[in-house]
C-alpha cells in the first residue's frame, strides 16, 4: 500500500512538470512500471556527513558544549580528519553521502541529510543535533558517515560502530552494514579491538541521542596510503557509496 501511495504521489509530481528538468511525464504506466524497482518507497533514511568542511573557521561555535546524551556534555563537533595529502574528512564523506543519496533515491527512499552543503562558510550542526535528526523525522534509521585519522602504522580499514545500550535494532543495522561491506571486498579495520570491523561504544553523542536504529561507519583510516588512494578517486567513493546503499537495502528489506 505505502508503495502504490508513493507510485500515485510521483505520478502527480511528474505529472505536472514539477520537477526541474526531469521530463514530464503523462503517461501514468510509466511512473507504475517503475515501482517495482524502488524497494525502499516509503522508507525514510537519515544520512550524516560527519563535520562540516568549515568547522576550523569557527572554533568558538564548534567548541561550545552540547548534550552527550549521557547527562554530560561533550563539544558540539570537530574538524574531522583528513588524507595526508589533504583531503579533508568533511569532503569526503560529504561526497560519498551525497553518491549514498542519489542511490537510495533511485530505489524510492526518501532521504535527508543532517547538512545541506560543505562550506568554508559554514560549521555544524552540532552532534547533538545530528543524534537527534533522526527522531524528529521518524526515520527508518540513520546512517552516520565518517572517515578516522590513526597514525598508527598499518591501521586501516572499515569498523562500524552502535551504542550498544540503544536498542538491538541499532546493533544489527551495525552488525549488517559490517557484513556487507566485507562482502562488497572492503576490508574490517586492523587496528580496532576485536578487530571484526564492529565497535561497540557509548561515547558517541550522535549514537546515545538516537531513538531510531543508528550506526556510524567510519570508512577507512585516511592516514593510510591504501585507504587513502580509494577515498581520493570517483571510482572507490563510488565503491562505499554502493557498499552503503546495499547496507541499508540489506537492513530495510
Ligand atoms: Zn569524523
Redesign the pocket.
Known amino acids: 500500500m505505502r508503495v502504490l501511495v508513493a507510485g500515485l504521489a510521483l505520478g502527480l509530481t511528474l505529472g505536472t512538470g514539477s520537477l526541474a528538468g526531469a521530463p514530464a511525464y503523462a503517461d501514468r504506466s510509466d511512473v507504475l512500471a517503475r515501482t517495482p524497482a524502488q524497494p525502499l518507497a516509503g522508507r525514510l533514511v537519515v544520512l550524516d556527513p ?2 562540516q568542511l568549515g568547522n576550523q573557521n569557527f572554533p568558538r561555535q564548534v567548541g561550545r558544549p552540547v548534550p552527550d546524551g549521557r547527562g554530560g556534555r561533550k563539544p558540539c563537533n ?1 574538524t ?2 583528513a588524507t595526508n595529502a589533504g583531503l579533508p ?1 568533511a569532503t569526503f ?1 560529504w561526497r560519498v553521502a551525497r553518491l549514498v543519496q542519489a542511490r537510495l533515491e533511485r530505489l524510492g527512499a526518501t532521504v535527508e541529510l543532517t547538512r545541506s552543503s560543505n562550506s568554508l562558510d559554514e560549521w555544524g550542526p552540532c552532534v547533538d543535533a545530528r543524534g537527534r535528526a533522526g527522531n524528529r523525522a521518524k526515520a527508518d534509521l540513520e546512517l552516520s558517515i ?3 585519522g590513526s597514525l598508527k602504522r598499518g591501521a586501516r580499514g572499515f569498523h562500524v560502530i552502535a551504542a550498544p545500550d540503544r536498542g538491538r535494532a541499532s546493533v544489527r543495522l551495525a552488525r549488517e552494514t559490517r557484513d556487507v561491506l566485507e562482502h562488497r571486498g572492503l576490508r574490517a579495520a586492523n587496528y580496532i579491538a576485536g578487530g571484526d570491523g564492529l565497535d561497540l561504544r557509548t561515547d558517541l553523542a550522535t549514537l546515545n541521542l538516537s531513538r531510531v536504529p543508528t550506526a556510524m561507519v ?1 570508512l577507512g583510516n585516511m592516514r593510510d596510503r591504501v585507504d587513502a588512494r580509494r577515498m581520493t578517486t570517483g571510482a572507490g567513493r563510488a565503491a562505499y557509496a554502493t557498499a552503503l546503499t546495499r547496507a541499508v537495502l540489506r537492513y530495510l528489506g
Open positions: 560527519g563535520h570537530t574531522g580528519t574528512e564523506v565518517h572517515a578516522d567510519e
